[in-house]
DNA sequence: CGCATCCGTTAGTCGTAGCTTGCGTTAGTT
DNA sequence: AACTAACGCAAGCTACGACTAACGGATGCG
């Protein structure tokens, strides 16, 4: 579940993608999802199976309903992930520019 | 291209994810990610297509050989998506748990 | 108690992304 | 010029995943 890439595998569907977004706004329960959405009530929730086996998001049954909200510190993994992908093509990319190797003579706020 | 769910869509493939990586580390070209990854070289320059289409690439030609680096930039467009994106999360989490009980349900089995 | 709502699951269809193969092109080497 | 290495491109095949439809299980309400 500390797996970037198991995380990115579940938010690799476009769908998925919006159905996460709209619970980073707060919680939802599943036909209040596919309302917002063009496809099936099922679909939705097959969807947020996936969502639910990777970690992205958890469930909690509330009457009949059941209302699903976002994982935070699944978002920070991925956002963890990106972020020392992001430093280390930086300084690939400084490397390139300067023509030589850096000394990691960045400030560390 | 300032669209972060395009640059998304190309990182659905695991394969480019691992390219991306790889890249991340230093340029390379076609053949020399086709070494280290279990697919044809073929496959590898068309993961690429879909990178460079992204904008998460970009190539020049140097003799014979082609070589990829990664833009920083998406990468950075990303990265500032997915924090966005965590915040919204954390700030919902924290309007759950103060608008109702501190403690308050937890697992749902 | 029926009845409606909300949901997960399964079976089954279908589009498409990813891969290989083969070919043509360009650049470098002798 | 001939040969090789490194690519991109296009066609074709295959497998996987997203979707629908139909079902059964709970919960809530009259």
Redesign the pocket.
Known sequence: MTNASALLDAL??P??RVIVERLSTGPA????LARDL??????V??????LKAAGLVS?R?E?????YRVNPEALAIIRAYFDSFWQRSLAAFEQAATGHTATASEEPA
């Open positions: 690799a569907e769908t998925r329960a599943v036909t209040e063009p496809i099936s009530r099922s679909a929730s097959q969807h947020l199976q996936v469930d049954a009457g009949t309903k059941r209302v």
